[in-house]
């Protein structure tokens, strides 16, 4: 309880820095009704939030309906008061990203003006209270459902997310995960995916253990690289602090002092679920991942993502998420793809 409370204490006073922070780099002034003048005092990050050829103000601009004018150091909006608020908000959001993070990426632009983010203090700095620092990048919640989510991989033993593709199951499992490694709060991350037949034929590949599940889990090991860098994370595997082991292979294990990952845990049956989970030992957490719409298996009713999900859902200790195409961070393509295919499953039954 002590532990929490601090924990609660630090996010204020990081909130309450990062709002002085963002105070001395901009300047808000109300022109009239439908006009804003927005003064950004740092070059570097106002070449960011601007973007090359003024695109990232373009995007602003028709994600908002506002109307912008650059420049020098100045952004004028013209809209109405929910247009121009949006701006003025968007825009605190990408100065506190950078002053957080360093960076301001292009899907900063649209998640800057999301309305599934909580509001407050007009800056959105609560949206990072889940921030995940990792050498090469920080990483932010996206949505509310990822926030939530993160703040159940770092809280809960057992947490189990289901959604569509391109929500972050995955990338900020692994994101958790090794912080936790790197911060020496467990002693291992072991990765685990079944094969596309629910992992019971790895015999037919070539090669070892590592070399015959790694095409199955080529989407860990981006992850890995893309936010530790390949030499550290090769060492970690070399090491064995980073495992990867096929689902098949957990059978009769405890694990201790670990965190366990299983991907694509919609290719799992319910039996392969319940014996995963029921491997957590002492100071370990263990994550499930999958999309129930996306099963491999011949027999799509045997998969036992959801299965599992309703079973569980009672134990107050596991973390349940569901993420829908509302919350997905790739090309924003996808969720309109996510939400067509829903649609027509919807009307078909």
Same mark, same amino acid.
């Given at each position: ?69 650059? *420049? ?115 002693? *291992? ?161």
């Amino acid at each position: 309880m002590e532990l929490f409370r601090l924990m609660k204490k630090e996010i204020l006073q990081l909130k309450m820095s990062e709002i002085s922070k963002l105070e001395q780099k901009l300047i808000i002034k109300k022109i009239d009704k439908e006009t804003l003048n927005i003064q950004i005092l740092d070059n570097n990050i106002l070449s960011l939030i601007v973007g090359e050829f003024n695109e990232n103000l373009k995007k602003l601009e028709k994600l908002t309906k506002a109307t912008l004018f650059f *420049r020098g150091n100045s952004i004028t909006v013209k809209g109405n008061t929910e247009s121009t608020s949006t701006v003025s908000n968007a825009i605190r959001f990408l100065i506190n990203k950078y002053l957080l993070t360093n960076s301001i990426e292009k899907s900063d632009i649209i998640l800057s003006v999301n309305k599934n983010l909580d509001s407050d203090n007009h800056s959105n700095v609560q949206s990072f209270a889940q921030l995940i620092k990792t050498p090469r990048k920080s990483v932010i919640a996206r949505s509310k459902r990822q926030s939530e989510y993160i703040k159940a991989l770092r809280e809960n033993d057992i947490t189990i997310a289901l959604g569509p593709a391109g929500t972050g199951k995955s990338f900020l499992a692994v994101s958790v995960a090794i912080t936790m490694l790197m911060e020496k709060k467990v002693e *291992r991350v072991i990765l685990s995916r079944p094969a596309v037949e629910a992992g019971e034929k790895l015999g037919f590949l070539p090669g070892d253990m590592k070399e015959k599940v790694d095409p199955y889990l080529r989407p860990l090991y981006d992850a890995l690289y893309e936010l530790f860098g390949f030499e550290k994370i090769d060492k970690k595997i070399e090491s064995g602090e980073i495992e990867i082991a096929p689902l098949a292979f957990m059978r009769g294990r405890t694990l201790k002092n670990c965190f366990a990952i299983l991907d694509e845990a919609q290719n799992a049956t319910a039996t392969q679920i319940k014996m995963f989970l029921t491997r957590i030992g002492e100071n370990s957490k263990l994550v499930v991942n999958g999309d129930p719409s996306q099963v491999d298996l011949i027999n799509k009713n045997h998969s036992g993502l959801t299965k599992s999900k309703n079973i569980l859902s009672q134990i107050e200790e596991i973390k349940i998420i569901e993420f829908d195409h509302t919350d997905v961070v790739r090309h924003p393509l996808v969720s309109k793809i996510i939400k067509a295919y829903q649609k027509k499953a919807d009307d078909q039954s």
